[in-house]
């Protein structure tokens, strides 16, 4: 595990700025005021939360704040304000951890620092992987509560924040408890897009891999749970669900024996108000036809599949304990393309796992060069303790496993730059994500992203706004064609959380450039 005196600046942490929830009441026989004295209510308890790692943690930080929002409590929006300061943490690899710790470390310095009474609560997979050493290293924490413990986070929030005594709380909890939660939610991100984590765990076997023994096994939400829950989400304002899970494509395996994503997908397209369907965490061993069909054939789901694929090498995928080999990779690859024109592939690669040598390392950097990921982002190898990797005598040196990853990174970035070239004149529908401020001599533009961007990960697409002049580009429209664009047609102006059509004009390293089009012209 990292060192707790690590000083690594942790990146920035989404934080909460809003609350939804109504404030707290008095007990019933305490409403009536007295004859000659108000009664004061007192002031709520306010909870600020800092939620680390994945998209899936960020689904579990929404649903710690629901259940606070359900107990009263109400949000501070800085760790200063607050009287409780929530850590929702990530320990999935090495820098995942020294950020998580660096981020309980802070919090309860401002705690010994701090003129009003504060609490600090840690959360997430750092607590329920390392509970125990973090109750000792760091008795400053005034609970640790486990991924287990979610469903009632809520309550022993309160209860800590109203108790006289200072009594540690250490709950962990099983985490192979069943995905049945039905808390309602409190939106960390924009409202037009919603993240949709319909499992927990993981079955699958991979060695380099700690995430099944702190998150468990694979267990399904039932569809009539996320059913709601989409409909919930669409009724305030969502348009696009994010599916994602440890492992999206085995969803409904333990409920019916059957790969269900094809049916979730359906059930999700079906409920008004969806406008896009992103799938994230496809396991490649269990694509299924049917999976295929649905994506290729249902129109909400957008053409893009996040697929890890972590090597290529059959050395490297036995190693790794994957469930494939190069032939069915490239097979399942081909399948994809042919199936659904136009689709876009993210994936993921380790570099640098024990035993992997020159050879393995240029069968992988030649595989990234010839398959022209639209997508794809690469990790070094963490030795994680406790996994079955972290024991093999071959390990490869860290500065050889850096040197990798820039090398990966340099093919990949000549593919991304080309595939940005090729988009030059596409229209595009696209969905606003807000406005980009005018800075260093710069002109506002509008963030948005098309059905190939899936949000936080990828690329944004700039957009001028009407009536101004295009952000600095490195290869664009000619200014004649502009100018006779402009003139053609009145161009609507763009407003954050709705659709666009855009036509895009150049790029700017991994970005695009882009330009509305004139009102009446659609993709």
Known sequence: MASWGHSRAPRPAKSITHWKSGKRRMPADNRTKAPHRQQVEPAPIRVNLISLGCPKNLVDSEMILGSAGAEGLEVAASPEDADVIVINTCSFIESAKAESIQAILEACELKSSSETPKKVVVTGCLAQRYGAELRKEVPE?????????YDDIGSALRSLT?????????RLGDPDKACNAEVGRFRLTPSHYAYVKISEGCDNPCTFCSIPSFRGGFRSKPLRLIEEEVRELAQSGTKEVVVISQDTTSYGIDL???????????TIAAVDGIRWIRVLYVYPSFVTDEMISAIAEIDKVVKYIDIPLQHISDKMLRRMGRRSNESKTRALLDKLRERIPGLYLRTTFIVGFPGED???FDTLKRFVRDSKFE??????????????????????????RKARLEEIMLVQQANAFAHNRSRRGEKAQVIVEGLEPAKQGKRAAWRCRST????EIDPIIYVEQPGEAAPE?????????????AKAAPRRPLVQGTFAHVRITGSKDYDLLAEPLPAGRRV
């Not at 190939?452 to 949000?455: M, R, T, V």
């Open 141 to 149: 924490v005034d609970a640790i509560i486990g991924l287990g413990e």
């Open 162 to 170: 109203e108790s006289r005594r200072h009594k540690q709380i250490f």
């Open 256 to 266: 019916t024996g059957k790969f269900e994503l094809p049916r979730l997908l359906e």
């Open 358 to 360: 020159d050879a393995e």
């Open 375 to 400: 997508r794809l982002g690469v990790f070094t190898y963490s030795q994680e303790e406790g996994t079955p990797a972290a024991t093999f005598s071959d390990q490869v040196p860290e500065d050889v």
């Open 452 to 455: 190939g961007e899936a949000p």
């Open 473 to 485: 580009r490195e290869t664009a429209l000619p200014k004649s064609f502009r100018e006779l664009s």
